[in-house]
C-alpha cells in the first residue's frame, strides 16, 4: 500500500472511531433518559462497529482483555439455553436480545488513548439530569406526565427501581467530581446537581433498592465531600443524610409498605412485594437444586413459576428479581461462576483506579449494580442491561488502549 492509500485509510479508520464514539456518547445520554432511544443509538453503535471493521481490527485487543470473559460467557450461556429450555419460544425471544451485551465489547472497542472517556460519563450525567429534573417538574405538576401518570420522566412506570439506582449512582459519580473541583462555580454546579438528584430519589422516585443503596454507599460520598474529617463529624453528616431520605414521605410510605410485608408474610400471606419476592427466590434455588450443572435456561425460572405460584392470581414473573437466583436457576454452576467473576472483575479494576474517575466510576457501579442485584434482576430487561453492558466495557479506558 502506498502512502497515499495508507493515509486514506487511516483518515477512514478514524472517522469510523470517531462515529462510533459520537453514536456510543448519544447511547450514554439516552440510557437514563428513554428505552427506545437508548436502542436505536445503541444499534448505531453496532452497526458502526460490525460494518466499519472495528470489530474485527481491535479483536487482537479484545481477546486479551480478561474483564470481558466473562460477558462473553453470559453470552454464551444464554444460546445454550436454547438447547435445555421448556419454553423454547419465549427463550428464543430472550437470546434474540443478547446483543445488548455486546454493547460492552464496541465500548471496550474506542480506542481511548485518543478519544475520552469521561466524555461517556459527562452524557449519562447530563441525561440523568435532564431526567431528575423533568421528573420533579412532573411531580411538581409543571410538566405534563406520560400516560403511565407517574413522574418517572420520559421512562415507563416499570423502570422505577433503575431509575432510584441510577440517581444514586449519578450522586456516587458526581460526589468524586465534587471532591477533585478547583473551581467554586464548578463545585456549586456539581454540588447542585447532586440535590437535585437526591430530592428526585427521596421525593419522587418509590425505589427501596435506590433507598438502601444510598444508606449503603453514603459513606463513600461523604469520604469524596469532606475528606478524612473526624469520625464524629463525618457520623454527624451521615445521619443528616439519612434523616433527610427517612423523613421524606415517600421513603416513608415505602418503608411502612415493606414493614407490613414483613407482617403479612410471616403470617402466612404471599401477596405482597416482598412475599412474592420470597417465593421466587424458593422456587429458583429449588431449580437450582434440581439442575445444579446445566440450569433451565432463561426461561426455566418463568416456566416452573407458572406452575407453582402460590396462588392462581398470582402475577406471571420472567424473573426472581435477584440476578444470583436468575442466574443459578437458569445457567447452573457454569452462571454462577460467570456473575462471580463479573463483579470480581469490576470491583478489582474499580478499586486499583478509585483515585481516577473513570476508576471511581467503574467502582461506584459496581457497588450501586452488586446492591441493585439483591432484589432485583440487573442483567435482564432493556434498559438494565444496557446500562450494565456499557459501563462494563468502560473499564477499558483504564487501561487507555491505542
Known amino acids: 500500500m502506498d502512502d497515499r492509500a495508507e493515509t486514506a485509510q487511516l483518515k477512514k479508520d478514524e472517522l469510523a472511531y470517531k462515529l462510533l464514539f459520537g453514536s456510543l456518547c448519544c447511547m450514554f445520554f439516552f440510557v437514563p433518559v428513554a428505552k427506545s432511544p437508548a436502542i436505536i443509538s445503541g444499534l448505531i453503535s453496532l452497526c458502526i462497529w ?144 447532586m440535590v437535585i438528584y437526591f430530592i428526585d430519589l427521596a421525593v419522587v422516585v418509590y425505589g427501596r433498592s435506590g433507598y438502601i443503596a444510598f444508606m449503603l454507599t453514603a459513606p463513600f460520598i461523604i469520604h469524596n465531600m469532606f475528606g478524612k474529617k473526624q469520625f464524629i463529624f463525618i457520623t454527624v453528616i451521615y445521619a443528616l443524610l439519612l434523616f433527610g431520605l427517612l423523613a421524606s414521605p415517600t421513603v416513608q410510605k415505602r418503608i411502612g409498605h415493606a414493614n407490613s410485608d414483613i407482617m403479612k408474610y410471616s403470617d402466612g400471606d404471599t401477596n405482597t412485594s416482598l412475599g412474592m419476592r420470597l417465593e421466587m427466590w ?80 467503574v467502582l461506584s457501579f459496581a457497588l450501586v449494580f452488586f446492591i441493585g442485584s439483591l432484589a432485583n434482576t440487573m442483567i435482564f430487561g432493556s434498559v438494565k442491561t444496557a446500562w450494565a453492558s456499557v459501563f462494563i466495557g468502560l473499564q477499558a479506558a483504564l487501561y487507555k488502549n491505542s
Open 50 to 193: 460490525i460494518f466499519s471493521g472495528i470489530s474485527i481490527r481491535r479483536f487482537q485487543y479484545l481477546k486479551k482483555q480478561r474483564y470481558l470473559y466473562p460477558v462473553i460467557l453470559l453470552i454464551i450461556l444464554m444460546w445454550m439455553g436454547l438447547l435445555i429450555a421448556e419454553n423454547t419460544s419465549y427463550e428464543s425471544g430472550h437470546v434474540k436480545r443478547s446483543y445488548y451485551w455486546f454493547y460492552t465489547l464496541t465500548v471496550a472497542s474506542l480506542p481511548f488513548a485518543r478519544f475520552n472517556a469521561e466524555k461517556l460519563i459527562k452524557a449519562f450525567l447530563a441525561g440523568l439530569t435532564f431526567t431528575a429534573v423533568l421528573s420533579i417538574l412532573q411531580y411538581s405538576g409543571l410538566a405534563p406526565l406520560k400516560s403511565h401518570g407517574i413522574p418517572m420522566g420520559l421512562l415507563s412506570s416499570f423502570h422505577h427501581i433503575i431509575l432510584s439506582l441510577l440517581l444514586v449512582f449519578g450522586i456516587l459519580v458526581l460526589s468524586f467530581y465534587f471532591k477533585t473541583s478547583n473551581n467554586r462555580r464548578i463545585s456549586i454546579l456539581i454540588l447542585s446537581l
Open 282 to 361: 424458593k422456587t429458583s434455588f429449588d431449580l437450582f437444586r434440581e439442575h445444579p450443572f446445566i440450569g433451565t435456561g432463561s426461561s426455566g425460572f418463568k416456566s416452573e413459576w407458572e406452575r407453582t405460584k402460590p396462588y392462581e392470581t398470582a402475577s406471571d414473573f420472567a424473573t426472581p428479581h435477584n440476578t444470583f437466583f436468575y442466574v443459578a436457576s437458569g445457567y447452573g454452576v457454569p452462571g454462577i461462576v460467570t456473575i462471580t467473576w463479573l463483579f470480581v472483575a469490576l470491583f478489582i479494576s474499580g478499586w486499583r483506579s478509585r483515585n481516577t474517575i473513570i476508576g471511581f466510576t
